[in-house]
T-cell receptor
Framework: AQSVTQLGSHVSVSEGALVLLRCNYSSSVPPYLFWYVQYPNQGLQLLLKYTSAATLVKGINGFEAEFKKSETSFHLTKPSAHMSDAAEYFC??????????FGTGTSLTVIP | EADIYQTPRYLVIGTGKKITLECSQTMGHDKMYWYQQDPGMELHLIHYSYGVNSTEKGDLSSESTVSRIRTEHFPLTLESARPSHTSQYLCASQTAGGFSQFFGPGTRLTVL
């Protein structure tokens, strides 16, 4: 069965500090993994995806994530937080690329 | 401009009313999805379609129905709305061979 666990429903960082949002997955086969961002009153926007190529994936807005099979993790990082990064972030997994399973989300607050 | 649209963005209705949430995409994507999103919860897949005249129910039990008569249009209908249907509904589309889902802005439904 596929599932995603996002540790920490709320994360606060200071502007300029490292952003680390955690995601662990469960999958019976090599998965496809995704990070989405959602701003208030908007839909989800794809940040980055892992589809079995390079384990370090770079996305938009300076975000990147590393697929670690041994840890079943796909944590999202950004070296320096910006005020505009404040949003809800969702990790998702798919075994087939057809149906996607999302985590419960992590709300990121950036403190000026 | 290629995009995915949802109307209405906000809807407040009384119990027992029949409603249809509209979703249209101009990207020519074969796959379309409806998710239900509640605060602090993962997105729940309620319906999906892999092409015209193809519809399936998702993991979340739902009293809604969908249709896919045209590639670009994937409306969701509630025959008799109840307060338990109060939620945000997100529509998404995806190319047949791709892994990325594109989301609409959502419809926030309140049933009184």
């Amino acid at each position: 069965a596929q599932s995603v666990t996002q540790l920490g429903s709320h994360v606060s960082v200071s502007e300029g500090a490292l952003v680390l949002l955690r995601c662990n997955y469960s999958s019976s086969v090599p998965p496809y993994l995704f990070w989405y961002v959602q701003y208030p009153n908007q839909g989800l926007q794809l940040l980055l995806k892992y589809t079995s190529a390079a384990t370090l994936v770079k996305g938009i807005n300076g975000f990147e994530a590393e697929f670690k099979k041994s840890e079943t993790s796909f944590h999202l990082t950004k070296p320096s937080a910006h005020m505009s990064d404040a949003a809800e972030y969702f990790c998702a997994v798919s075994e087939t690329g057809n149906q996607f399973y999302f985590g419960t989300g992590t709300s990121l607050t950036v403190i000026p | 401009e290629a995009d995915i649209y949802q109307t209405p963005r906000y809807l407040v209705i009384g119990t027992g009313k029949k409603i249809t949430l509209e979703c249209s995409q101009t990207m020519g994507h074969d796959k379309m999805y409806w998710y239900q999103q509640d605060p602090g919860m993962e997105l729940h897949l309620i319906h999906y379609s892999y092409g015209v005249n193809s519809t399936e129910k998702g993991d979340l039990s739902s009293e809604s129905t969908v249709s896919r008569i045209r590639t670009e249009h994937f409306p969701l209908t509630l025959e008799s709305a109840r307060p338990s249907h109060t939620s945000q509904y997100l529509c998404a589309s995806q190319t047949a061979g791709g892994f990325s889902q594109f989301f609409g802005p959502g419809t926030r439904l309140t049933v009184l």
